[in-house]
């Protein structure tokens, strides 16, 4: 049984895995029970989870999906906490992973009621469109409950429990199980958990100082006349959702003869303005065609060539290894041109150089020729291969890069990942045209700034965004409406919301070693970054979040893997997943932590059949 599970964990392929278990089970059938896994959260990554079960045909647990809302499988994005119908999704249907049903198949099954509202077109539809992200939010929740159709037929206990807010996880590291407290006088046990709370977005000055808005969500409160400049921080996707939201309330676009959009403001709304606050005066990138929709390139670095790298490499990750391996070795098959130009560049010359262009040519004159290229691109159905590339590294780094040492963690996401974050934005082509109608009409314009500027509140109430200009020179302004539009914070560990875990030292800042002292010190010198030294007198850098394994483990304050909790929770893993978001990144997520959860339970079946034996 020793050896057999050795050779489970060292394949560590889900299917092989899912099979041991299932031969240990049939063996156990009358000693062992059900596990019993609970899934905190009804969203995205919670479907994903739910479904690797189902795929796998995994009777043997018992699921309680814990949901605070009345709907499943929408999540913050694609339901009425983060859109209105003028949101749209930056992904079509041929992106998203495979589900029960295409959305295009399932476009022609809904009532004709179900796509009015929306204006949909189901005869010119095609999975290369995107969609109203409120009809998208119905068409995931649609597959949700086919999968626990399916699941259910399969023979899967599964309780669903809308409305129900978990509120605390008690770890019982001696019973090998958990308390969920789930109303103020009810608590569960279970075996297993996995939290997937979706997005989150604290409030820190709203509602306490009149027209600061710590985040555009939920959209509707945007919904309203402000008849007056509006200082808008960032210049992401959270951003467009807010302009499109506030464009409605003060005016509407209308097309013109030649097929150009316009913008006309209400005759009430003369002092309507938006000024956008974005880091080097830079718009975020334009859809564009994709050759492989899902971002997985042939070629990319396996499991097992990182793994053999980081032991030549004491352990730890190279940036430029996975760098050249994964974005210039397929650059150079995709395309060698390109690949010509950039192939001796280090990360921050290659960083420099894309990145110094967009910065000195006008942001709307940029958006306009990218928007165009794109255009180009969809129309003829080829590819911006560097682009792209650029999107599956990211994609391909995520995982792995909690293994990188503290200074090419500083690197990757002070130089590379903001041209990624710019790059991989996929703004659709209709916002384009609204962020370029509004800037025609006069409504719209970009401050670029540096990341140290902000908004400060005087001793008056008086809201001041304060900033350094291309001159050097100190600038501030007065706005009656303030919204933060940067995106998803990273949370830290202090505002992990199971205080249970948290009280027990279950849960741990995330860090990353330094590999020199040296600059660990500088970093310190610097006060750029919270540095400890730790009792291995190293030296460690703290990221956003908890500590996670590579299956979505949390690690506690004693450094040891916890497998009974496994987190998906966007804003609380950023530190060690520096890019973990969308569909595709739920579904792999899912994949690890399944594999982990039947590599635990097996482990536990195994010494329990060598326990009844002895």
């Not at 990750?317 to 390109?338: E, G, M």
């Not at 995520?398 to 090419?408: F, G, Q, R, T, W």
């Amino acid at each position: 049984m020793v050896d057999f599970w050795d050779l489970v964990k060292k394949t560590s392929g889900l299917l092989l895995v899912a099979l041991a278990i299932s031969v240990v089970t049939e063996c156990m059938k009358e000693t062992e029970p059900s596990k019993k896994l609970a899934i905190i959260g009804g969203g995205p990554a919670a479907m994903f989870l739910y479904k690797t079960l189902v795929d796998l045909g995994l009777t043997t647990y018992s699921v309680h999906i814990f949901e605070a809302g009345q709907r499943l499988g929408a999540g913050m994005p694609y339901s009425d906490r983060g859109a209105l119908p003028e949101h749209i999704t930056n992904i079509s249907g041929n992106e998203i992973p495979a589900l029960e049903t295409s959305v295009v198949e399932w476009l022609e099954s809904v009532p004709e009621s179900t796509l009015a509202p929306f204006k949909i077109d189901r005869d010119h539809f095609t999975a290369y469109k995107v969609l109203p992200r409120l009809l998208f939010g119905q068409y995931l929740e649609d597959q949700f409950e086919a999968i626990l159709k399916k699941g259910k037929k399969l023979g899967i206990n599964t309780v669903v429990h809308k409305g129900c807010r978990v509120a605390d996880i008690i770890d019982q590291p001696m019973q090998d199980t958990l308390r969920l407290s789930i109303s103020p006088d009810e608590w569960m046990e279970v075996d297993e958990v996995v939290i997937c709370t979706g997005h989150a977005w604290p409030k820190k000055n709203e509602g306490k100082l009149p027209g600061y808005y710590d985040s555009p969500y939920p959209p509707a409160k945007l919904r309203q006349r402000f008849n007056h400049p509006i200082a808008i921080k960032g210049s992401s996707l959270t951003a467009i959702d807010a302009l499109r939201t506030l464009a409605r309330a003060h005016g509407k676009f209308e097309k013109t003869g030649d097929g150009q959009l316009r913008y006309l403001p209400d005759a009430t709304a003369k002092e309507f303005t938006l000024v956008m606050y974005s880091i080097n005066g830079l718009l975020p990138g334009i859809r564009f065609h994709l050759e492989d929709p899902r971002l997985v390139e042939d070629g990319m670095l396996t499991d097992e060539e990182i793994n053999a790298h980081m032991a030549r490499n004491n352990g730890f990750l190279s940036l430029d290894y996975i760098f050249d391996k994964d974005f210039k070795a397929l650059l150079r098959k995709k395309d060698p041109a390109f690949y010509a130009h950039v192939k001796d560049m280090t990360i921050e010359q290659f960083t420099q150089e894309l990145m110094g262009m967009r910065e000195r040519m006008d942001p709307f004159l940029l958006f306009q020729l990218e928007y165009e290229e794109a255009r180009q691109s969809i129309r003829k159905k080829e590819s911006v291969h560097w682009k792209e590339l650029l999107a599956g590294l990211s994609f391909a780094m995520n995982y792995p890069a909690k293994h990188l040492s503290a200074e090419d963690m500083l690197r990757l996401t002070k130089v590379l990942m903001p041209l990624i974050s710019i790059v991989i934005a996929f703004v659709p082509q209709s916002s384009c045209e609204e962020l370029i109608a509004l800037h025609n009409a006069g409504r719209l314009k970009i401050i670029p700034v540096t990341p140290e500027s902000g908004l400060e509140v005087n001793d008056k109430g008086e809201k001041l965004y304060k900033y350094i200009d291309e001159d050097g020179q100190e600038q501030q302004q007065k706005y009656e409406t303030y919204i933060d539009c940067t995106g998803q914070p990273r949370l830290s560990v202090d505002q992990f919301p199971f205080k249970g875990l948290l009280n027990a030292a279950a849960v741990q800042q995330a860090t990353l070693p330094f590999r020199s002292a040296k600059e660990a010190k500088q970093v310190m010198q610097n006060g750029g970054q919270v540095v400890e030294q730790g009792a291995d007198k190293k030296y460690y850098l703290q990221v956003p979040g908890i500590a996670i394994t590579d299956s979505f483990r949390v690690v506690s304050e004693y450094d040891k893997s916890n497998p009974r909790i496994h987190i998906m929770a966007v804003p609380f893993i950023g530190g060690y997943n520096p890019d973990y978001s969308g569909l595709d990144f739920c579904e792999e997520a899912a994949k690890r932590v399944v594999e982990d959860l039947l590599q635990h339970k097996g482990e536990q079946q195994a010494a329990t059949s060598v326990e009844n034996k002895a």
